[in-house]
């Protein structure tokens, strides 16, 4: 189905167009359209017209309203103050453009985007053999939301975890899986292994051979060999290798179902994945002039990175003992996705701490060509998670949170709090689990997308499963409310009657509902799920002021009952579709 032009842009075309009659010389102008407390919309671009053209503001508005075609779409135009323009769309313009966006079942009338490009998302970067904590968390919520918002757009998107699975730690503990051959063996009769099992087991092989690295002389010496065999390609030490990166994938993909994200395994793609093209990209690099040799290492020096000693801060692309960095391998990564993958856009959702790398190695990548005006990287940077106290998240002992702790407590909050909720025993043993990890999961992945990416925010999980404020628990129990309404209606069905004069409070939930689409375009163009956050929040605000003020199953006449079973499903169906696309599941029953 096509996409539905919202009243906002109607307003404004007509706007415009009149704007170009009462002062052709204008060109097109922009009327500054917005939102308005005092009427639907208001318009200010004709103050700054009427300066640059040296005519009076209030008479130039008059002209332009003159010449305003109303029809079907406007029911008053005043000119207001200095030359505001204050426009009332009509009520049956509302309800029209609801029908129309209600018909399009499978996208609400969402127009996609008009130029599409590839996006390579780079995002949920665990490191293999290590335990994923807290700081893990953002990138792969923000970087899933951003996903699905832009697949929506019509975008065509390329997911990347850049996983950490290579280095010199892998030389300890490879030389002690073979010393210590079965360190990784799971219990074959317990079925499929747990990711706890599998982390535990991992945790176990790491202290242990760390702490053997640290006090035995020989097995340092033998680890670090190892490591030779390991970028050389020894075919029993990458075997070895390849059984961590296996065992830890079974913990990250636990993880991540736990936070109801899918991740496929064609798409991790680790730091390892650029191997065979360090060599080449050093190459390039150093060929083209971009990198110059200091010190035995190959740099790229920038004139406004400079250290506390006021000397330039070089990116080394290769060490001075001929090792490789993590330069070495994002600009090789970033060769790969805009010259195999066909990428215009690179986004890499890393924390901010990391800017002046990527800083760095993104200018590299311009002076070599493989970033240009067509394709373009951005850094979508985002804040820490802080404690209670305002403080990054520690445990009491001080060390970095597990973030499968987190999330647990999490569910269990919230499974607690859907027990409280179904005071009637409506649902089984089995639903309220259900339910519990679904709001548990939309609280945690709510409360880091209603925050701008850029800042800090507060780990509050008391907050989070509030039913009041902005929570997605609110924002879920709105979505309940209304399923159980249209259950409650039985065989009456949401019909929209364009006929009906509307009440306010049915008049801002619509005008809001309409603005979906301007939100969502917005919400991609930015990469700032936030707005789609703030937008859904909104919705449900008004949604309860609109359920207070006006009764839906008892409402004066059928027809009356019909239109407003129509309203509650429209916004039903908006807040399930913006749920989605951040990732959070709406259940039917709360």
């Known amino acids: 189905m096509a996409s539905v032009t919202s009243l906002t842009a109607s307003v404004h075309q007509r706007l415009a167009d009149a704007l170009t009659a009462a002062l052709p010389e204008a060109g097109a102008a922009d009327p500054l359209l917005r939102r308005s407390d005092r009427a639907d919309f208001q ?153 706890e099992e599998a982390m535990s087991n991992l945790n176990r092989l790491y202290k242990s051979s760390r702490a053997l690295f640290d006090s035995d002389e020989e097995f340092k010496t033998r680890a670090r060999r190892r490591v030779v065999d390991l970028q050389a390609g020894d075919a029993e030490t990458l075997a070895l290798w390849q059984k961590f990166v296996d065992e830890s994938k079974i913990y990250f993909y636990s993880v991540f179902d736990k936070l109801d994200m899918e991740i496929r395994d064609p798409d991790v793609v680790g730091e390892s994945g650029y191997n065979d093209m360090l060599d080449e990209t050093c190459r390039l690099l150093e060929e083209s002039g971009v990198a110059v040799r200091s010190e035995g290492a190959l740099c790229v020096f920038f004139d406004d990175v400079k250290g506390p000693d006021g000397n330039p801060v070089p990116l080394i692309v290769r060490k001075s003992d001929g090792g490789y960095g993590y330069a070495a391998t994002d600009l090789s990564a970033i060769r790969n996705r805009v010259f195999d993958l066909k990428a215009s856009t690179l986004l890499y959702v890393v924390d901010a701490r990391q800017s002046l790398h990527f800083k760095m190695v993104f200018e590299t990548a311009r002076r070599a060509g493989w970033l240009n005006d067509d394709v373009k990287a951005v850094q979508l940077a985002f804040g820490t998670v802080l404690g209670k106290d305002g403080k990054p998240f520690k445990t009491r002992e001080g060390e970095t949170v ?19 909720k179904d005071t009637r025993g409506e649902l089984s043993d089995e639903e309220i689990a259900e339910r519990g990890a679904q709001v548990g999961i939309g609280a945690v992945k709510y409360a880091d997308l209603s925050t701008s990416a850029n800042r800090d925010y507060k780990f509050d999980l008391d907050q989070m499963v509030s039913l009041n404020g902005d929570t997605s628990v609110y924002l879920q129990y709105a979505y309940a409310r209304i399923q159980s309404i249209l259950r409650r209606a039985g065989e009456t069905r949401p019909t929209a009657h364009a006929e ?63 239109n407003r079973l129509f309203l509650c499903d429209v916004t039903a169906r908006t807040l399930h579709q913006g749920m989605a696309l951040l990732g959070i599941r709406t259940p039917e029953r709360l």
């Open 43 to 195: 318009a200010n671009g004709i103050l700054a017209l009427a300066k640059k053209a040296k005519a009076n503001p209030r008479e130039l508005a008059a002209q332009v309203v003159a010449r305003m075609e109303s029809g079907d779409l406007l029911a008053d135009i005043e000119v207001s103050g200095p030359g505001f323009l204050n426009i009332t769309v009509t009520d049956s313009a509302i309800i029209d453009n609801l029908a129309a966006r209600a018909a399009d079942t499978d996208r609400l009338g969402v127009p996609r985007a008009e130029h599409p490009g590839t996006t390579v998302i780079d995002y949920a970067q665990p490191n293999v053999a290590k335990e994923m904590h807290v700081g893990h968390l953002r990138s792969a919520v923000i970087g899933d939301a951003v996903v699905q918002i832009l697949q929506f757009t019509g975008e065509t998107v390329v997911r990347r975890h850049h996983i950490g699975d290579w280095g010199t730690q892998f030389g300890m503990l490879i030389q002690y899986l073979i010393e210590h051959p079965h360190e990784l063996d799971h219990d074959k009769g317990e079925g499929e292994v747990s990711g």
């Open 402 to 420: 597990r973030l499968v702790d987190l999330l647990d407590e999490a569910v269990e909050r919230a499974t607690a709090v859907v027990r409280e």
């Open 500 to 562: 009906l004069a509307l009440e306010p409070a049915e008049r801002a939930l619509g005008l809001h509902v309409d603005q979906f689409a301007e939100t969502l375009a917005e919400t991609a163009a930015e990469y700032a799920p936030h707005k789609l956050a703030a937008y859904l929040y909104q919705l449900a605000s008004l949604y309860t002021t609109f359920y207070d003020k006006c009764p839906v199953l008892k409402a004066e006449t059928p027809a009356q009952v019909e």
